[in-house]
């Protein structure tokens, strides 16, 4: 076998053993804790609360578990066997050519899809039902996702179209033309998002003139910040998980509250949440985030310009047509971007740690520390992970650390 073969595949087995070690350590560290409410948390959590979180999260590992272990040995089996098979039924039924290219990719993405279905459908109607998350309803759930399917369509087709005639038209440069045009379209999306495509999925009502509201217009106000209106977003038709954001980019940025959160916190805790948001504004996050991903996404096309220039289907016995070799390079990426993640969540958890400073400057540590305990009790969150997960998979500092800087000087 091809070295870059055996390379790839060694990264893939030792990447899927990473993350089981990884859900391991967390399933043994919130059950070690689960009999105990962390002494920070005894005046608000009950025990039987802190025990409920613990299995809802350990429920969650172990259908990660599952679902990692699947995937691991998918890729595998992609990999080693499947591809030529389905390439060679791609080739009978669509000439050669840019079509046949698009075809592969998404003949492999549908059957990539309709494998993982029953994990998508078993996390939302056993696990988060059976602790009382869940509100989709099966026709919610079908209708999310053929909009989800043509909306994916509808984007992916002409990108891919794009990218293999840019492959062909431009030999040498062509994946630093395709760079910079993917970040065009990434902007270009930031923009349409909130206002074309978000609204397939939710309805988003302007935000009723209550007191509420003006204090928090008088807050952003304060911050300096320019939006396109302040929207309540029927969240809970789907979850009763709570959650706030603001999306889009500079004059188009809209503030979205999810109707659960306003359900369940009071007025000081919501004006510090969106302090939180506002924070992120002020401290420059969003152009962090686009940095990031614009540097990333360059590695991710020199890539592609090196297993398009190097032959890499060859090294799996594979014909060379691009369609196959952006498919091969996606499996053979993941093992190296799961050894990223660790550094742009220390990224991401230090950005979180400011945002909480912002907030805490505005309204004091008091009403951020009671949503972000309201919050983790309603969601179930546990206050006890492990830190060797935490550092791969916590896109945000866990909860009692955050308090704990909150409370700080
Ligand atoms: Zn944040």
Not at 77 to 99: C, D, E, I, T
Not at 115 to 132: C, H, S, V, Y
Not at 156 to 169: C, D, N, Q, S
């Amino acid at each position: 076998m091809n070295f870059i073969a055996v390379i790839i595949f060694a990264a893939i087995v030792c990447s899927g053993l990473l993350e089981l070690y990884l859900e391991r350590r967390q399933m043994a560290s919130v059950a070690a804790h689960k009999d105990r409410v962390p002494a920070a948390f005894a005046q608000q959590l009950t025990l039987e609360e802190h025990r409920r979180a613990a299995d809802y999260n350990i429920a969650r590992a172990r259908l990660s578990v599952a679902q990692k272990s699947f995937d691991t040995v998918l890729a595998l089996a992609w990999l080693a066997v499947f591809l030529g098979p389905a390439y060679r039924l791609v080739a009978y039924l669509v000439p050669a050519g840019l079509s046949r290219s698009v075809a592969v990719v998404l003949f492999i993405a549908a059957i990539g899809y309709l494998l993982d279905l029953p994990f998508t459908i078993m996390r939302t109607f056993r696990l988060e039902a059976r602790f009382g998350f869940n509100r989709m309803t099966p026709g919610t759930f079908v209708v999310d996702a053929l909009k989800g399917i043509a909306l994916q369509l509808a984007l992916g087709i002409p990108l891919l179209y794009g990218f293999f005639a840019v492959e062909r038209a431009i030999p040498g440069i062509w994946w630093l033309v395709s760079w910079a045009g993917f970040m065009v379209i990434m902007l270009a999306m930031i923009v349409i998002y909130p206002t074309f495509i978000a609204p397939l999925f939710n309805k988003f009502t302007p935000m009723p003139d209550t007191p509420l509201k003006a204090q928090i217009e008088a807050l952003l106000q304060k911050c300096g910040f320019e939006s396109k209106g302040l929207f309540v977003m029927d969240a809970s038709k789907r979850s009763t998980h709570g959650n706030a954001y603001f999306s889009g980019l500079g004059k188009a940025k809209r503030i979205v509250f999810f109707d659960t959160l306003l359900q369940k916190h009071d007025e000081p805790e919501i004006l510090s949440i969106l302090a939180h948001e506002l924070g992120h504004f002020k401290f420059g996050h969003i152009r962090e985030k686009l940095v990031e991903s614009s540097v990333l996404t360059f590695v991710v096309f020199a890539v592609l310009a090196w297993a398009f220039a190097g032959g890499l289907a060859n090294a799996f016995g594979l014909p060379g047509d691009p369609g196959l070799v952006l498919v091969i390079v996606m499996f053979a990426m993941g093992p190296f971007a799961q050894l990223l993640s660790p550094l742009t969540n220390f990224l991401s958890r230090r950005a979180e740690f400011q945002a909480d400073g912002f907030a805490k400057g505005m309204f004091g540590p008091q009403p951020m520390i009671s949503a972000l305990t309201k919050l983790s009790r309603d969601n179930l969150a546990t206050l006890t992970p492990d830190r060797l997960y935490a550092l791969f998979y916590y896109s945000h500092p866990p909860v009692p650390e955050r308090i704990a800087h909150l409370e700080s000087a």
